[in-house]
Each structure stands twice: as C-alpha cells, then as structure tokens.
C-alpha cells in the first residue's frame, strides 16, 4: 500500500447552492527531485467501482474515503447558510500592517470600515490588533487587547460574525468572551503554549495558517522540500494534535499562509496546487489580498490582481477569501458565477 501520494481536484463545476465541485482528480507521487509525478487520473464520482478492479489504483490506501473528502468538507453550523465563497474583511487596528496600518487605529474610523464591509459583501470580520507581516514586530499583550477590544464588544452587539486575528491566547481569550466566533493564529499553535487548552474550553473555530518561525525571521531563506507536500504534511501533524485534544473536526479551517516564510516561487506553487489540500476535509481560506507576490509583479495596480487570483482560488477550492476588497471582490464572483 502508498501512503505518501497526493491528490489534485480539477474540472469544477458549481452544485445547485453555488459551492464549488470537482469532477477528475490527478494522483501525484513525489520524484527524487521532490518533483510532483502524475501517476493516474481518477474520476472523482466513479472511483468506488474502478478502484476495486483496478490494480494500478489498489495501491493506495484510503484513496476512496479521501475522494469523498474533496467535495464534502466538513462544515461548520455558522457556515451552514453561507454564500458562496464566504468573504472575509480584513479589519486592522494596527499602525504597521502591510496595506492599511494605521488607516484604521481609530475607534469611529475602524467601526465604519466593518460596518461598509458587511454592506458590501463581508460575512466575517477579521479584527487584528497586532501585525504579522514579514519584518513586524511583536507588540505587548495588553496593547493588542487594548486596540481590539472595544472594536469587537460593538460590533458583537449586531449580530456580526467576527474573527480574531491573533498568536495570544489572553488575546484570544477577551474576543471569545467578548463574542468572537472564529480564532484566526497565524502561528499555528506555535507561538503560545496555551492556545491548545483555551481551544478546548472554548466551542469556537480556528484557522490553522502554515507557517514557520516569527515575523520576524520567517523570511530569512525559507526552505522546502516540497513546499506542497510539507504544508500538506504539516497540517496532518497538527490536525492530529487537536484531534487528541477531543477539539471537534468541524472547527478547523486551514489556511496555506501565503506569504508566511514562502518565496515569491512558493506562493504561486501553492496557488497552482491549492486543490490538493482539500482532501484533507476542512474548509480552506486564503489570503491573498494586495500581498507582496503582487507587488513584485505588478507596478502600481495591486486591487485587479488581488481579485484574480481570489477568484482563482474560488475555482480551486477555497471556501473563505479574506480580503481588503470586499465589494470588488463580491461583484467579482457575482459575475463569475453568473458566466458559469
């Protein structure tokens, strides 16, 4: 039996409720080089039959159950009724941040910024108060507290789905009480020791982003062997660990961290790929809005690209787009959707 092997989805379709399905799937295995290698093309909807008189494909272990997973993933109840992809607005209450530090610092300025993204298309609103760009530097506990917590006490009043973009868990801990359902940890467990035991105390979901060291060294010449397959393998290891913490599969939301210790290279290999993540079976989000592996190839214009390449990934699997752009991005996929 193959255990190491991976699975591309391609040819979608959307269903009758817009989600995104796969009809055909490439089986990869790795080459010496650390190359991906097709070794066989499986319809995704047949499969079951095929594999059992097919011996090319009896090789490999659990394949019919990891078919299954691409289209079905598991979802969470506050998703149940969402649209199609579920838009996440980026809502910054930071000096530093990449695109918008500062713009927002303000209490009134960042409560009308949330208010405008839901009225354009927003369904989540990710409140940071703390940078993680490449470069940033870490902030005291308390002040990112200080920035987020009034942010999230108004606009839990309304009813609004909010995300806490946060590595801290006394950060974590003041949104969740505050209301905050979804806890977005850019360090993937790895940054503080007791993110585990308050995800376990709390019913809340959590985003599970690669990465690698801090901001600040995360950049310094980051190496894969495959950058694919090690983020694929990195998430299996951590989904393992909550798992043994009883934290229930429905909460894990998995996020590829672009631009998080990747090369420019790195990024558009896991943009190209991101469809062989999903038969891990979780909700998929990706960041990609006005990052830098836009900028370094483009000259002025980062919005137009940032808007390809999330309905790229729209196409490719991805359930959540946490953008800066929410009405260009939303009128984007209205029109997408309407061509298809």
Known sequence: MSEEFYLQPFNHFFDEKGNVKFKNANILETSGQNHFVLKNTVDVFKLPKSCKSNNNLKKYLNLSDRLKRINTPLTHINFINSQKPIIMGILNITEDSFHDGGRYFDFKKALIRAENMIKEGAEIIDVGGESTRPGASAIDVQEEIKRIKPVIKELSKNNILISCDTRNSLTMKV??????????????????????????????????????????????????????????????????????????????????????????DHNYIILKNLSVFLDLGHPLMIGISRKSLIKSLTKNNTLTPSVVLAINAYTKGAKILRVHDVQETQEAINIFKRAN
Do not use: W
């Open 175 to 264: 949104a969740l009480d505050l209301g905050t359902k979804i806890i977005n940890d850019v360090s993937s467990l790895n940054y503080d020791k007791n993110t585990l035991k308050l995800l376990k105390n709390y019913d809340c979901m959590y985003v599970l982003t690669h990465s690698k060291k801090t901001p600040q060294t995360m950049q310094n010449n980051p190496i894969y062997n495959n950058v694919v397959c090690d983020i694929y393998n990195f998430f299996k290891k951590k989904l393992c660990i909550l798992k043994s913490m009883n934290i229930s599969k429905e909460r894990i939301i998995l996020d590829p961290g672009i631009g998080f210790a990747k090369t420019l």
